[in-house]
């Protein structure tokens, strides 16, 4: 009787410790004294900012939509950074696109259900969130004013392999310096490269700012 009472016990405590962690899943981690948010809209910036919203398409890791509107926002002094950025590439015919920025929460909760395991260190997990949820993070990439290309890197965008690294040794020549070029240019406005993502960068102070999961309606009003 008494073995069985354990294993029931044992049975409840993770059975509770499951739930909790379910029910913490459940809303965006709310947090107090954060900045308020001011999400601007970066194509309304520079017209010559390319959109390249993968997940308002089916062509993204998941493979289906997730966004209803291909739009990208991040909170003022960041979108004021990447328009710097996106000024000196203007003078050497080059310009930014923007695959992401602001991420509602309740995105980056599937993108942490439906990424396998071994994968996850690509995606946020939902509870501590993202700093895409909180409009401080962006994901861009360089093209060619004149062509439209986009200039190649040693990996696409959302790859899920070494070759994503910032520091990957691989790729040609032309590749890691498009790259190298990006990244520095970036740094040089507050922002941080992602260490497994060439493509993924933050902007100082995003602990400052709260995690939201409004729409992309709600964010331009």
């Known amino acids: 009787m008494k073995k069985h009472f354990s294993i029931f016990t044992r049975f409840a405590i993770c059975f509770i410790l499951f739930s909790s962690v379910a029910a913490a899943q459940i809303a965006a981690p709310q947090e107090k004294n954060k900045r308020e948010a001011h999400l601007v809209e ?6 010559t900012i390319k959109l390249d919203i993968r997940y308002a398409t089916d062509d993204n890791f998941v493979g289906k ?3 209803s509107e291909a739009r990208a ?3 003022k002094p960041a979108a004021e950074a990447v328009l710097r950025v996106h000024h ?3 003078k050497r015919g080059l310009g930014l696109v923007i695959f992401d920025g602001y ?4 995105i980056t909760k599937l993108f942490w259900e439906v990424t396998p395991e071994d994968k996850r260190k690509f995606v946020a997990n939902p509870e501590k969130g993202s700093k895409h949820n909180r409009g401080c ?3 861009l990439s360089i093209y060619d004013l004149k062509t439209g290309a986009l200039l190649p890197m040693p990996s696409g965008y959302d790859e899920f392999s070494e070759r994503a690294a910032p520091d990957y040794k691989g790729g040609t020549e032309i590749e890691r310096a498009n790259r190298e070029l990006l ?3 970036m740094e040089a406005e507050g922002f941080t490269v992602n260490a497994n993502e060439w493509w993924h960068f933050d902007y100082k102070d995003w602990e400052k700012y709260a995690i939201y999961d409004i729409s992309f309606a709600e964010a331009s009003r």
């Open 65 to 67: 939509t997730v966004y």
């Open 137 to 139: 993070a962006v994901d």
């Open 183 to 185: 990244r520095k240019l």
């Open 73 to 75: 926002f991040l909170q």
């Open 88 to 90: 000196k590439l203007k």
């Open 42 to 47: 970066l194509s309304k910036l520079d017209k």
């Open 103 to 106: 991420r509602p929460w309740s």
